[in-house]
């Protein structure tokens, strides 16, 4: 953003900039034809973002850059910390800049920060659930396309940890590969020849005898999928500190610290980024 803002003067990377540019092609088309009509180009005018609802903050970087994609003399100033929790009523940020960019800028802005800011809310509540268990909260794949690199980010900002970014930082040997490849000992064996020794092979198990495969097969993370509390301890029990684990499927905040209490090293939610709700947050001018 420009030197006007309280942040340093940073631009998006390649990628954000052009989700960006499609969030706010998207919304104007030809132009806002309501600002456009009501203000001259010289109007200007200040706003604010103001929490409706207690939430934890995420993203208003993004909408500081969304601002100045339309107004490169604005000012955006962030009044909350990324990963803070804020009261009901709490002004995030304050903007000041062309009245037709404020208001042009304003759902696009807001639908970035309400729905980063829901990300981060909800692993809150993940990671309060988990507080003094050991166990590290992780997030999925399970992303919005194209908007994996903010949710991750907002899921760290809620006291989260990412998982894999993507197929190409970690191999994790699922169902299908094992279905395809023969075996878990088969698939493990394959991979672990292609790979530098230095990458941890995941191996997703779905009950205790493909644990006890995983395990002689010398996998590095052995990934329990929708097991109970219950045999997720007679799991932790066999593999007796041969391997890490992580409880993963059909958890959530009724039932993930018992999954954590069961011994396991992880717990992996989905839910953190495709089940968040967004949060309410306002712009109000003036």
């Given at each position: 953003m420009n030197g006007k803002n309280s942040e340093p003067d940073m631009k998006p990377d390649p990628h954000i900039s052009t989700l960006i540019d499609l969030a706010?092609?998207?919304d104007l088309g030809s132009g806002d034809v309501t600002s456009g009509a009501l203000f001259g180009s010289s109007a200007r005018s200040k706003a604010s973002l103001v929490a409706r609802e207690p939430l934890v903050v995420s993203?208003?970087?993004?909408?500081g850059w969304v601002f100045d994609r339309l107004d490169d003399g604005c000012s955006f100033k962030p009044a909350a910390r990324e990963?803070?929790?804020i009261r009901?009523?709490?002004v995030m940020a304050r903007v000041s800049g062309s009245v037709r960019a404020l208001l042009s800028a304003e759902r696009t802005a807001l639908n970035f920060v309400r729905h980063l800011s829901g990300i981060a809310t909800l692993t809150r509540s993940y990671a309060d659930a988990l507080q003094d268990t050991g166990c590290r909260l992780l997030d999925t794949r399970k992303t919005t396309p194209g908007l994996r690199t903010l949710e991750k980010a907002a899921v760290r900002a809620g006291g989260g940890h990412n998982h894999r970014m993507g197929l190409f930082d970690g191999a994790m040997i699922?169902?299908?590969h094992i279905a395809a490849a023969g075996s878990i000992r088969a698939a493990v064996d394959a991979v672990r020849a292609k790979l530098p020794p230095t990458v941890k092979i995941e191996v997703e198990c779905d009950n205790l005898g493909q644990v006890r495969e995983a395990l002689r097969a010398g996998a590095d993370i052995i990934m329990l999928d929708n097991m109970t509390a219950a045999k997720m301890k007679k799991a932790v029990a066999l593999?007796?500190?041969g391997a890490a684990i992580e409880a993963?499927?059909?958890l959530n905040l009724d039932n993930v610290r018992r999954a954590a209490e069961a011994g396991v090293d992880y717990v992996s939610v989905g839910a953190l980024t495709h089940g968040a709700r967004a949060?309410?947050?306002?712009?109000e001018l003036g």
């Open positions: 706010l092609s998207e993203g208003l970087e993004v909408a990963g803070e929790a009901q009523g709490s699922k169902d299908n593999v007796a500190g993963s499927g059909g949060v309410d947050i306002s712009m």
